[in-house]
């Protein structure tokens, strides 16, 4: 099977009916997409599919194929971080950085169309992402940043 990995397109197995997740990490060395609780509950395994966060521990990766995936080595262009990135880079947001791929993707998704959100818009746009550290607030006031740059 062949599947889009931020924008490069690869040759996979899929014998057994692997996850999307198995396939990023074992076989593609994608290493950033994280396991946590293999049940789509905490978020730090999300990866873009066609733009939408999506748990890729419970995606099987036959349902990748022939769309565009994004993981977090996909982010960065041309040695630029996304804008995401940086914000939460230079908030010091992260403690232990295990839910970051996952937060990180999937507030690029919710940032994508929308320049203006409130601190509620974005608390309910990241709902699915765990962090263990509970830096809630810190990651809400970064990307709060981000959404409200050009009112400062």
Known sequence: MRINVNDREYA???????SLLEVLREQLDLTGTKYGCGEAACGACKVLINGT???????????AQGKNIITIEGLEKEGELHPVQKVLMEEDVFQCSYCAPGMILTAVALLENRQQLSEQEIIEGMNG???RCCTYPKIVSALSKITHKDKA
């Open 12 to 18: 996979v197995e899929v014998d057994g009916n692997p």
């Open 53 to 63: 966060p999506t748990p890729s521990c419970i995606t099987p990766a036959t349902a």
């Open 129 to 131: 992402n765990i962090c």
